[in-house]
């Protein structure tokens, strides 16, 4: 008798939980998207230790934010981990289309905004353009022999003299 109590208890729960599980995963969306632009829309006000010095590319975002800190960072990078995991957890919940959507939303906000943490874009743009337009070979020269190109000066100082590593494929 007793197994049967349980059997229906937990039928019941499960009922529950899955009557709530489209509308937690709309909630946990949510969290990624304002996550995401939380730290886009600070990103591009450009006075940040974690936005590296780059061309303006997201200036039509200026003045929207605040200056990104590494506190609201913090706090929107858990955020964004902790609704992440959430969703993974209710992944059963959402459909494809959904999905889909939601990450085609937050790749646009990330394109949107600046370049963040990292100068490694501009490396791979330097490598690109010491074979396209300066005729050297980026495996034999680091970004240092394009020192006038425009974009030298947006590599980051660990790169200038290195070659790049990445294989031809």
């Known amino acids: 008798m007793s197994v049967a109590v349980e059997g229906g208890g937990l039928r019941l729960a ?15 969306a949510l969290v990624l998207v304002a996550a995401t632009a939380e730290i886009v829309l600070d990103g591009a006000l450009d006075h940040s230790s974690l936005i ?48 889909l959507a939601l990450i085609a939303i937050l790749h646009a906000l990330i394109f949107a905004g600046p370049i963040l943490l ?5 490396s791979y743009i330097a490598y ?8 050297l070979n980026p495996y034999l020269h680091g970004p240092t022999a394009i020192a006038g190109d425009p974009v030298y000066r947006f590599v980051g100082q660990d790169w200038r003299h290195v070659a790049t590593a990445y294989g031809p494929l």
């Open 52 to 99: 590296p010095r780059s061309p303006p590319i997201a200036g039509w975002l200026t003045g929207i934010g605040e200056r990104l800190g590494y506190r609201v960072f913090l706090i929107a990078l858990l955020s964004f981990a902790g609704a992440y995991a959430g969703l993974i957890a209710l992944s059963g919940a959402v459909s494809r289309r959904w999905a």
């Open 128 to 135: 690109a353009r010491m074979g396209v337009e300066h005729g």
């Open 118 to 122: 990292s100068t490694d874009v501009f």
């Open 14 to 28: 499960r009922s529950r939980s899955e009557r709530w599980a489209p509308s937690l995963a709309a909630v946990l």
